[in-house]
């Protein structure tokens, strides 16, 4: 079931190129969309067979998101020494791709030069956009209690505080992502009592779903403080603790990807999509049990009833894609189909 279940998320177009995997053969038309590092997601850490090459260099991600049509990456900086942001620099030029980095906030005092460092090597590179988070993990799943999550958002305020000065000094712009942490009114709160035009959001349009917001309303919220994106599309399904989250090919969701891009267009014109595809299995959400609302004590319960509710007419026709237990070869192969699929539906229904 797992196999013809993620199989069938993929346009039939795609099927004969399995095979090989997208790498093998000449590049794909270009799109107008950049990728995000974690659209290879099965990629990372592991040995690859020939037809796969290596992404972990930033370098290699350049040549192997211009193999797919990309215009651009999302990723981390890589090496700092000076032959090494010249390397990558040489191969975005010779690709005409634009590179946003990634970035960690300073933790403290100590770790500004770090930071600092760092902005300076993207702004080398050619990033006039970093994205940032405030929490790698997941709220529900990271913290026992409202005391730890306001602990974690006091600490959130003061590493933004630090980064903002640097950010400003160096003119470059910080983007944080709604990385399953904050709700749009947390988010929104600090953002304006902030007040900088250096620091933004890195839109992820489906995360926030997680948080038992509906995903329009948050891009429509998020749309004027918007400094770039995650694109995606999203599919939904019942489990027994809450509902089961799963990024999915454009165009294969439940997401109104038109809507997305006309409102991020109208606010912030000059906004770039980045493909974020990621192909894993799907995320619990278990938005019925104790520890899910440790951080939420706030939310009504009208809430989660209509979420809930969204999640039952709007679950998937199929079941959500199960990549864990299929060979590594069979991932590489459903990851390399995902990323062209929605790449080749942005270009050709999105127009992007």
Request: hydrophobic share 40%.
């Amino acid at each position: 079931m797992h196999r013809r279940t993620a199989l069938q998320f993929l346009a039939a177009s795609l099927l004969t190129r399995l095979a090989k995997g997208e790498d093998d053969g000449p590049p794909r038309p270009r799109t107008g969309m950049g990728l995000v590092i974690h659209s290879f997601w099965v990629r990372r850490d592991r040995p690859l067979p020939p037809d796969y090459p290596a992404i972990s260099d930033p370098v290699d991600f350049v040549a192997a998101a211009a193999k797919f049509g990309a215009a651009g990456i999302q990723t981390g900086l890589g090496p700092h020494d000076a032959e090494s942001v010249k390397r990558l620099r040489r191969a975005l030029d010779e690709r005409a791709m634009y590179f946003e980095g990634t970035v960690a906030l300073p933790k403290n005092d100590a770790d500004l030069s770090r930071f600092e460092n760092e902005l300076r090597v993207a702004k080398e590179v050619g990033a006039t956009v970093l994205r940032t988070v405030c929490m790698n993990g997941r709220r529900y799943e990271v913290y026992d209690s409202a005391d730890q999550f306001r602990e974690f958002a006091a600490q959130a305020r003061k590493s933004l505080q630090l980064a903002e000065r640097v950010a400003a000094r160096h003119k470059i712009r910080l983007a944080v992502e709604n990385h399953k942490d904050w709700r749009v009114d947390e988010m929104l709160d600090w953002l304006k009592r902030l007040s900088s035009e250096f620091v933004g959001v890195c839109l992820d349009t489906g995360n926030s779903i997680a948080l038992l917001e509906d995903p329009h309303d948050v891009v429509e919220a998020y749309a004027p403080w918007t400094f770039t994106t995650h694109f995606k599309d999203m599919g939904v399904a019942e489990y027994d603790d809450g509902f089961l989250l799963s990024e999915v090919p454009l165009g294969t969701g439940y997401l109104d990807l038109a809507r997305v891009v006309a409102t991020v267009r109208k606010a912030r014109p000059e906004v770039r999509f980045n493909l974020e595809m990621i192909t894993r299995d799907p995320l619990r959400i278990p938005c019925l049990t104790k520890k899910y609302w440790a951080t939420m004590g706030d939310v009504p319960g009208a809430v989660l009833a209509g979420m809930l509710a969204s999640v039952r007419r709007r679950k998937s026709p199929q079941p959500l894609p199960v990549v864990s237990r299929l060979a590594h070869q069979e991932q590489l192969q459903i990851e390399a189909a995902n990323v062209t699929a929605s790449l080749d539906y942005a270009r050709a229904t999105l127009r992007l």
